[in-house]
């Protein structure tokens, strides 16, 4: 199963130093029954990108709860068996939930598939998110405004062995 984890650059560059991320248990996001249900009409490429999409804002609040860190949204696409993989079925259906599920064990540098990292022009609208980000999440629109702002940038994407190359 592919499975998205929301780090940070010295996340994502301690991990690689590590040979894993972890320790378990790991919050991420996959395509799960509740988030196809959620986007009926979205195929599978579609419903991997709402995934990514999902693990970035989850790096984002990572970034508001440390602004010590790079502004830059991180997200690590790993491969792992399916039984690694857990979901809370009680909050398969919460909009703020979909798509999410832990991981029971650390994933080793073998498992990874890319890296999906916003690139350094993107750091002033990820600021400016990262301090819209609770009153986003309250619902005020202006606040949302600027969350969606973060939309204009694609992560890019790093095969697993260009990340020591990555700014940390």
Sequence with gaps: ?????PLTLP???????????GPAPLAARAVTPGLREWYLSGNEEEL???ALGRAALDSLRLIAADRDVPPRRVVLAVD????LVRTDPDRALLTEALGEVTLTEAVPVA???????????????????????PAAEKGDPDARFVLE??????LLWYAVQEIPALDS
């Design 149 to 154: 702002g973060t939309g204009d940038h694609e």
């Design 111 to 133: 498992r990874w598939a890319a890296a999906h990292v916003d690139s350094a022009d993107a750091e002033t609208d990820l600021v400016a998110a990262a301090d819209a980000l």
């Design 80 to 83: 792992v068996p399916d039984d």
């Design 1 to 5: 199963m592919r499975v998205y984890l």
């Design 48 to 50: 991997e990108y709402a």
């Design 11 to 21: 996340g994502l560059a301690e991990a690689y130093r590590a040979g894993e991320v």
